[in-house]
């Protein structure tokens, strides 16, 4: 069993995808080019079970060799997102299936606009015309009113290129694999791209995979997803927390997919590109 999270931030995520790999004796790589604090005490209490490497996922993702899942909560922009897809569905070609892939924000603000942590790490050709400043809902003006004014955003919203969905749906008309996407709508929203191979041959995960697709649904209507789930209250935080709640999404279809171990241990950096795999 061997995960991939891009993005750990303040690390909440990471927290609750160490203490499920530590039950699975699974391994959970994570990728930032920041450093977390907590990174010495999960070093401690995790041991094996945790591998940071100190980079973006661009340099990162290619020194892994085989992964099972993959959650992705980065740079929300084109470029990095479709240069992550595209690697992933690269290197799957030497896996046994494609392994399941989580997306953050995929809906609003970001499913359609360009968000840059750094716009000096996207080409100038990639970027798209972009301010430090914040985006509304109600309309298109950044301004240093608006959520998250710290991060350089596309001026527009929508057109080639520009948004976290617009990346998904180009990669997936790119993509020779067959893969079916789920998307689930809410503030932020959630993608989830899984293999048809998968899904077919694994019922309990087709049966979350269905019902995740309704158009509204309720602890009541994640019922077809058991016993694939083994979080408890899954259903009710998945409620009370929908916007943000990728995370027990994650991990409840991680549960669901019947992975199979993997040796993640012989992993090489290559020698052009700089990643510093924490110890």
Known sequence: RSIVEIGVEDGQQTELLLHYAKKRNATLHSIDPVEPTTLPTWKETYGETFQFYKALSVQALPILKEYDAVLIDGDHNWYTVHRELME????????????LVILHDVGWPYGRRDQYCDPHNIPAAERQP?????????????????????????????????????AIEDFLAQSTEELSYVQIKGLHGLGIIVSKRRLKNNEALARCASALRMPSFSSAD????????????????????YSVGRTEIALALAAATGLQAVDTKNIQVADEVKVEQVQ
Not at 140 to 153: S, V
Not at 224 to 237: G, H, T, V, Y
Request: glycine content about 8%; aromatic content about 8%.
């Open 88 to 99: 992933i569905d690269r290197r799957a070609k030497s896996m046994a299936d494609f392994p």
């Open 222 to 241: 994640l019922q077809a997803c058991q016993p694939a789930f083994d979080l408890l209250a899954f259903a009710e935080m998945l409620r009370q927390r």
């Open 130 to 166: 972009y301010a430090v400043d914040g985006v509304h809902m109600d309309w298109e003006r950044l301004d240093a009113n608006g959520i998250n004014a710290q991060y350089a955003h596309a001026e527009r919203i929508g057109g080639p290129r520009n948004g976290v969905l617009t």
